[in-house]
């Protein structure tokens, strides 16, 4: 615990504003407030590259609003702290403006579905807790699909495109991968990891290693680990290759990766396998929610992470004893 | 508790005949004999006056046949005597004569299905018991969608149209939504509460709201809040003007207005402004799930009304202290 | 308990084989080896006979790697001793040449997706453990349709047909369904049991039924009762008739009735009613649920069992003491 332990609601703007910066931070499980930090900086980066300045805005939108639900709702303080109100908001304000017309509703939907999280979060985190499991940023993949669905009879909510919006408009800035470029495939490598909060652009990939490394050395290591790992299954396994060219088969491995070989089991040889599985049926996941999703048209978020690192943590291995300085992660959320 | 602690079995054809009222009743969570009687009579000119009456003999065939399940399964009584046994049952007899052919086998499946939601019920409950919430009309919703699918192959079973039927057969009916025209909108919101039981018709709304008046005055109030706030929602979002114009837009939100404002929580403005919100999501979830459902080709059903009151109940946040004369709904069933 | 207590790893080679036998007859709830022997010959006899020789050696290495996994990952003992580790990678290693092209890394995604099986039952099981209810065959099917859901987009992986290719290709080796014609229903009725490890073979059916018979002969029977009774009603509700003719509308009914008849109830009058009412039931889930993947174009698998058991086992009824000595199955795994 390296957060003091005042009252919430004394912090102050400085203290608010480290609250806020965690809350960026715990999209990739840390509590650090110079990880967020570095992680806005490349969301805005991305956001103003790839011209949809929108998504920077709505993501510190997002963000604030599903951090003051937690404090109007008075939900534990520990959470608050830690940032674990704020990671699902702030990921919900990434995919709107992606996703929908930038509409005044558009905007009012993205109040109503950050807020919505948070106590989502609080109800799903209740139904998981006898399997000593975490809603992970599946509030925000629920929520989002529901206003993303919702979006294609909405007339007020315009759905902007059909699910693989951002697979086609992003990656048509890439030239196709070039197996024989090796600065072609670092672009992608780090595309992978800037995919996380769906943004499409190496920049922010490195900013947002720069900030997992000022925060642990061993979530950049594998957030590089599960970026390649995923990316050359994804071409050995013939995926398509536009899609693998976006890192559209790498950001929910990236957070696979992270979360198993380092927030939930102590970095070891055994919870290095662990993860290194876990990436490969990552891979598997995404393509299967891509498959099954095709026929409603909506993208699968972060929903292929969520459902294989529950996969791997159900069992309960005890592949070695839990780190206690990430346990807080998993046990008080 | 206002119902008598004699034997099930003993309690007379008129006892029984209390009970079948208090299952009509049930589906808007009263427990008051004389506002089933309503219901009843509601689903009766509905069925009628919209050309429809098998719904309304389905209805009651639908009521005994899983009211009788229960007795023959042995269940809890004081699940019986409030008519939990027979809210689920009613509603399958609504849906069934709507969305498939008039044939012997479609009567032999209601009685299967009728039956098949009691003892859905108690197991959805039994599943749902740790984390305090009820499986409502989900039951309905699960047994009527495995049959309705079915119905999609079963020639014997013949699927009456698509998803859309009750929004196309009945919305014709109508004019469209005039908004300078008070009566239309009139009718419109009292067809919302009709809408409930698959019927869309304003006299059967109305007959709906006079029930639930004798039962509890809240919960009239909160029907009639929760029709209106759903479709002017439905309105200013664009939704398509046949579905509001048929109700297909406030039946759950009308569920979920009477369980956040005046069921599990006391009537205040806290639950008031909780069960506003719930309304407003619920709209989002009805629109979200037509959009996924559209490719199997299925109604909703209740569902939207169901996740969305799980998705408020399930972070058990004290409002205020549970209503000590509703929670016997929660806690016993 | 007939299996001995010496450790599961010094068991001998000759002990290993009877553990992976078992694991072939724990596909319908037996636990003993002589059983699996003749599940392994009907495998390659059907399998041989339909052209289709890659599903039995599928079968065997399947079944062979979920159980190293179980070693490897040192899971509990009893289970591994009563074969509960292999039944649901012999049913993938049935699966993926079944539904895959013959490439290499058809075969490497059925050694990975065989070994997933083994901890997500116990990942599953954890889960349901509560509700007092398994996960049967269910991790099979879970990870089954992943993989084949991702082989739709891998090029690597390449899906052999659409969801029916079972039906279709199986289907043209018979006459269709004959009702004057006595054989031809006696060699739907054994297809329908020997569809459980999706093969179309009567001579299959018949050696699966010795099997079961030397295990238990009320095993046996209620496999004739579920496979007549789901054929008798897929034809009266007027199923396609390939399908039915395929047997695809009782291989999930027999392992209802197996399952409540014989292994979670003592075989009583009660529990015989219930299994019956289960059958019925599970002829409609299994059309339900033929419709609802036809847009993703996969296959059910057994989902259709697990969901009907699960529907009739969760209330928790004692319709009479659980059998002790199938109980195991249930409390142990």
């Known amino acids: 615990m390296t957060t003091s332990q005042t009252n919430i609601f004394d912090v102050g703007?400085?203290?608010?504003?480290?609250?806020?910066?965690?809350?960026t931070a715990q999209v990739m499980f840390q509590g650090s407030a110079w990880c967020g930090l570095f992680f806005i900086a490349g969301i805005f980066w991305g956001a103003y590259d790839t011209g949809m300045h929108y998504m920077a805005w709505g993501a510190l939108l997002g963000l604030m609003v599903s951090t003051a639900t937690g404090y109007i709702l008075n939900q534990p303080q520990e959470d608050g702290r830690e940032g674990l109100?704020?990671?699902?908001?702030?990921?919900?304000?990434?995919?709107?403006?992606?996703?929908?017309?930038?509409?005044?509703?558009?905007?009012?939907?993205?109040v109503l579905c950050a807020a919505l999280?948070?106590?989502?979060?609080?109800?799903?985190?209740n139904v998981m807790r006898p399997w000593k499991v975490n809603s992970f940023t599946f509030p925000f993949v629920l929520?989002?699909?529901?206003?993303?669905?919702?979006?294609?009879?909405?007339?007020?909510?315009?759905?902007l495109h059909t699910s693989s919006h951002?697979?086609?408009s992003l990656a048509q800035v890439h030239t196709h991968l070039a197996i024989y470029d090796v600065w072609s495939v670092i672009k992608v490598w780090l595309s992978g990891i800037s995919q996380v909060f769906l943004i499409d652009s190496w920049v922010t990939g490195l900013l947002f290693l720069i900030g997992l490394f000022i925060s642990?050395?061993?979530?950049?290591?594998?957030?590089?680990?599960?970026?390649?790992?995923?990316?050359?299954?994804?071409?050995?396994?013939?995926?398509?290759?536009?899609?693998?060219?976006?890192?559209?088969?790498?950001?929910?491995?990236?957070?696979t990766a992270i979360a198993l070989a380092t927030v939930f089991y102590k970095p070891s040889w055994r919870s290095?396998?662990?993860?290194?599985?876990?990436?490969?049926?990552?891979?598997?996941?995404?393509?299967?929610m891509n498959v099954a999703m095709k026929p409603v048209g909506i993208a699968t978020f972060t929903a292929?992470?969520?459902?294989?690192?529950?996969l791997f943590l159900l069992p309960m291995f005890q592949l070695d004893e839990r780190d206690p300085d990430h346990s807080s992660w998993h046990h008080r959320s």
């Open 117 to 125: 999280t948070t106590w989502v979060r609080t109800g799903l985190n």
């Open 85 to 110: 109100w704020g990671f699902n908001g702030v990921l919900v304000g990434c995919a709107f403006p992606a996703f929908m017309g930038n509409t005044v509703w558009m905007w009012l939907a993205l």
């Open 143 to 159: 929520c989002s699909w529901l206003f993303v669905l919702a979006s294609h009879v909405m007339h007020s909510l315009p759905a």
């Open 272 to 288: 290095a396998l662990w993860a290194l599985l876990g990436v490969l049926v990552t891979v598997v996941v995404q393509a299967a």
């Open 216 to 255: 642990s050395r061993w979530a950049a290591l594998w957030a590089l680990i599960g970026s390649a790992l995923s990316m050359g299954m994804a071409v050995v396994m013939g995926l398509p290759i536009n899609h693998i060219d976006a890192g559209l088969y790498s950001f929910s491995a990236v957070l």
């Open 304 to 310: 292929p992470f969520c459902v294989t690192t529950w």
């Open 166 to 168: 951002i697979a086609h």
């Open 13 to 23: 703007v400085f203290g608010f504003i480290k609250i806020l910066m965690r809350g």
